[in-house]
């Protein structure tokens, strides 16, 4: 079971980012998916997950980032994508994909048991 995370990277305000994470060795459909990031000097945080524990897919969103951040999944090709629009200074940090096998989603990172290994979003001037 892994997850690969990819599509960090450098942009200024403004600017828009969409990583991605694969996973092999299992079905994202039988998992809940988040995303959680790292800033410099902060503790990790939950951005965004999807909770499908009452029979279809709710999507939940840090209030730093709603309306600017949306969390997609394609179960066939194994991957959950982070669309990041108008990204801010202070959404610089590590990002990182997570699942854990249940139809309810969460936003501790004990929660989760299968995280990639990250991808940097630096958004500067």
């Known amino acids: 079971v892994q997850l690969q995370a990819s599509g960090g990277g450098s942009v200024q305000p403004g600017g828009t980012l969409r990583p991605s994470c694969t996973a092999s060795g299992f079905s994202l459909g039988d998992y809940a998916v988040a995303w959680f990031r790292r800033a410099p000097g902060k503790e990790r945080e939950a951005v965004s997950c999807i909770d499908d524990s009452d029979g279809y897919s709710q999507y939940f969103y840090a209030d730093s980032v709603k309306g600017r951040f949306t969390l997609s999944r394609d179960n066939a090709k194994r991957t959950v994508y982070l669309q990041m629009n108008n990204l801010k200074a202070e959404d610089t940090a590590i990002y990182y994909c997570?699942?854990?096998?249940?139809?309810?989603?969460?936003?501790?990172?004990?929660?989760?048991?299968?995280w990639g290994q990250g991808t940097l979003v630096t958004v500067s001037s």
């Open positions: 997570a699942a854990m096998r249940s139809v309810a989603g969460g936003d501790r990172p004990d929660q989760y048991d299968n």
